[in-house]
């Protein structure tokens, strides 16, 4: 079965510092996909990044950076510079080939502090 | 483009009830699936379903079912409603059904009294 665990159930830093997020997954299947989700208190969940268990490509993207290891089975997220609007709920989730299910982790509540 | 469009967006029902949420997906998306959000459970995956076909199941009692319409649009029906239902209702939408980055809804918030 898959799962999911983030072990930090919250988190505060004061704006612009660094943050880490960790997330570790377990799976049987060779084939899998990770992701992770944003949650503002809208509600919503916003598609933050997709990796596939072939791409071990670290992945940046402006002040967001993701480093996947499956010798590890961690995928963590770093929030560089952190700003206040980063406040959020974030969510990694694990999903099967040719499955839309998306198993999540339990979440991680950043708060960036002004 | 329009996101994923979820009605109503609260809900409040007494026990026994019923309860119809509904969800239109981006257009062009013809996978949509549907989850609970609760503080005890965290996200659990309720279904799926692709060109009008549940594809994919979570465990979740019979009382809770879902249909897609040959728009996409897609209904989520729970029966017999029960306080421990309370939750906020996701619907995601995916452009196959083939691992692509979901699209949510800003959900449904449900309270059973």
């Known amino acids: 079965a898959q799962k999911v665990t983030q072990a930090q159930t919250e988190i505060s830093v004061v704006e612009k510092e660094d943050v880490t997020l960790d997330c570790v997954y377990e799976?049987?299947?060779?084939?899998?996909?990770l992701f992770w989700y944003k949650q503002p208190p809208s509600g919503e969940l916003v598609f933050l990044i997709r990796?596939?268990?072939?791409?071990?490509q670290n992945e940046i993207s402006g002040r967001y950076s993701w480093n996947f290891q499956k010798s590890t089975s961690s995928f963590n997220f770093t929030i560089t510079a952190s700003q206040v609007v980063d406040s959020a709920v974030y969510f990694c989730a694990l999903s099967e080939p040719g499955n839309e299910k998306l198993t999540f982790g339990t979440g991680t509540r950043l708060t960036i502090i002004p | 483009k329009a996101g994923v469009t979820q009605t109503p967006r609260y809900l409040i029902k007494t026990r026994g009830q019923q309860v119809t949420l509904s969800c239109s997906p981006i257009s062009g998306h013809r996978s949509v699936s549907w989850y609970q959000q609760t503080p005890g459970q965290g996200l659990q995956f309720l279904f799926e379903y692709f060109s009008e076909t549940q594809r994919n199941k979570g465990n979740f009692p019979g009382r809770f079912s879902g249909r897609q319409f040959s728009n996409s649009r897609s209904e989520m029906n729970v029966s017999t409603l029960e306080l421990g239902d309370s939750a906020l209702y996701l619907c995601?939408?995916?452009?196959?059904?083939?691992?692509?980055?979901?699209?949510f809804g800003q959900g449904t918030r449900l309270t059973v009294v």
């Open positions: 995601a939408s995916s452009l196959e059904a083939s691992n692509t980055e979901a699209f």
């Open positions: 799976t049987r299947d060779t084939t899998y996909y």
């Open positions: 990796r596939n268990s072939f791409d071990e």
